[in-house]
């Protein structure tokens, strides 16, 4: 496991959950759909943070939760009665053809895509999919767009940046990705921009000085954009959902 998703994401596992977006009902329903998912369909979703996409995907499917990160857990226990499983994506302690569909939520660019690919592969029954969703910044929004240009720097050698610059979604073994965009609004707190801001896992390991002035930065974008006296935002994103074909 990537060294920063291991310690940032190890911070505090209810800011995550207070800070993430979930996902649309409309994704949701796409994603299922395209990959085939029905009551007797095992399914694992891998990387599975806080639930956002879990809780989503329970009750309609038999479905195993896999996540890493303790502190995720604490919270995937609360929120969601799926079982859950403490593994790695490169190395998952199932039998081959164990499921019929795969999903993973905001966390491919953290895998090793090689170790990953080969395990997601081997899980999966030969004719099934592998389902992708991502909360995306957008960034067309000058609010959006101010705070995070705060990260750009702090984010520079992030793992996701390199894999934008290459193929996002690329996954060895898989086919090409097919792709549909939605979008949805959240309506988000001064607390909850900050709660966002500090489960990114670049910014949370940082030193505690340096993550204050983060905060502050924060704070004078939205009084600068908002205004003082405004205390919620409709938040934007852009949603992006995928699904690849094993290839046999």
Not at 28 to 54: C, E
Not at 116 to 137: D, V
């Amino acid at each position: 496991m990537h060294r920063i998703a291991a310690e940032g994401f190890s911070e505090d596992g209810w800011r995550y959950e207070r800070g993430r977006a979930g996902y649309p009902g409309d994704a949701v329903d796409w994603l299922v759909d395209h990959l085939r998912i029905g009551p007797n369909s095992m399914v694992a979703d891998v990387a599975a943070g806080t639930g956002k996409l879990t809780r989503e995907l329970a009750g309609r499917c038999r479905l195993l939760a896999v996540e890493p990160v303790p502190q995720m857990h604490e919270v995937l226990r609360e929120v969601t009665e799926v079982p859950v499983v403490e593994a790695v994506a490169e190395h998952l302690p199932f039998a081959d053809a164990s499921f019929d569909a795969i999903t993973i939520a905001q966390a491919l660019h953290w895998f090793d895509r090689e170790r990953a690919g080969n395990e997601l592969h081997r899980l999966l029954k030969p004719g099934t999919r592998l389902g992708l969703i991502w909360n995306a910044r957008d960034r067309s929004h000058p609010v959006v767009d101010a705070l995070w240009s705060i990260m750009d720097e702090i984010e520079s050698d992030a793992p996701w940046r390199q894999e934008r610059a290459r193929s996002t979604n690329a996954v060895p073994g898989f086919g090409p990705d097919n792709r549909q965009d939605f979008t949805q609004v959240v309506e988000t707190t001064r607390q909850g921009v900050e709660d966002r801001m500090l489960s990114v896992s670049y910014i949370s390991v940082l030193a505690p000085d340096k993550r204050t002035e983060v905060l502050a930065e924060c704070r004078a974008v939205w009084d600068h954009h908002l205004g003082p006296e405004v205390e919620s935002f409709p938040f934007p994103y852009r949603v992006e959902a995928y699904w690849l074909e094993r290839l046999d």
